[in-house]
């Protein structure tokens, strides 16, 4: 993430060198929240409760450290889906080190410190038709080849990384190929965690006080809603 930050502030610099509007588009978040509040100041990484957490996830799942997650810091659970096992064992580490919640150490981050003047714009749509094209993408993933895909990537030298493996689409049909559930019931469960963790998305949006957001109609296309953008902006992104 440091990269990340390092990076974009770079290209930030100069394109206002050049007296162009900047753009700053897609990424997590948490990025965003990193490039325009700062990093997260919290303790260093310790190897020892790292690998036992990791130990603990490969004998019952990411989903059983999420549990214990969610008693020690009901806050963080609640933004981190339960496949990222990265930021799982990372919340888990915080606490063993410091015995408080990641979340009340990252509190650092609402107190508006915006590092620049910055207007963030979100894209939203109704519940029904967020879940319809979740449903849709699941399918198109199917028909493109993804259960090939996981069983090629599994037969490389160098197998998956466990946070790769935990990605949605990529766990999900892991469990298939290993013979836990059915392919129906793997693409239901891309389904639901794919709308869990739009869940989880939407809650990390909330810490960010200056979100201004677009309500997309059903047939939206990208160009109307580029034009409601400068019907909005246009004349500060114009001169």
């Not at 190897?47 to 989903?63: D, Q, T, V, W």
């Amino acid at each position: 993430m440091a990269k990340y930050v390092e990076h974009a502030e770079r290209a930030i610099a100069d394109i206002q060198a050049r007296g162009r509007p900047v753009f700053v588009v897609g990424g997590t978040p948490l990025y965003l929240k990193a490039l325009t509040e700062g990093l997260f100041e919290g303790p260093g990484a310790d190897p020892k409760i790292r690998a036992c957490l990791h130990e603990a996830a490969a004998a019952n799942g990411s989903a059983a450290l999420h549990r214990r997650l969610q008693e020690v810091d009901p806050r963080a659970a609640e933004r981190i889906h339960p496949n990222d096992l990265r930021r799982i064992v990372r919340a888990l580490e915080v606490f063993e080190l410091t015995g408080k919640p990641i979340s009340a150490l990252q509190a650092q981050w609402d107190q508006e410190r915006a590092r620049f003047d910055y207007i963030l714009i979100g894209l939203r749509r109704e519940p029904a038709d967020q879940n319809r094209r979740t449903n849709e993408r699941a399918k198109r993933m199917i028909d493109a080849g993804l259960v090939d895909e996981v069983k090629a990537l599994l037969a490389e030298p160098e197998p998956l990384s466990t946070t790769a493996g935990q990605a949605v689409g990529y766990a999900e049909v892991i469990q298939h190929l290993e013979g836990k559930v059915s392919l129906a019931d793997a693409i239901e469960m891309i389904k639901i965690n794919t709308r869990q963790f739009a869940k989880a998305q939407r809650t990390w949006f909330k810490r960010f006080r200056k979100t201004e957001w677009i309500d997309l109609a059903p047939d939206a296309t990208a160009s109307e809603v580029a034009d409601e953008l400068f019907q909005r902006r246009g004349s500060l992104w114009s001169a």
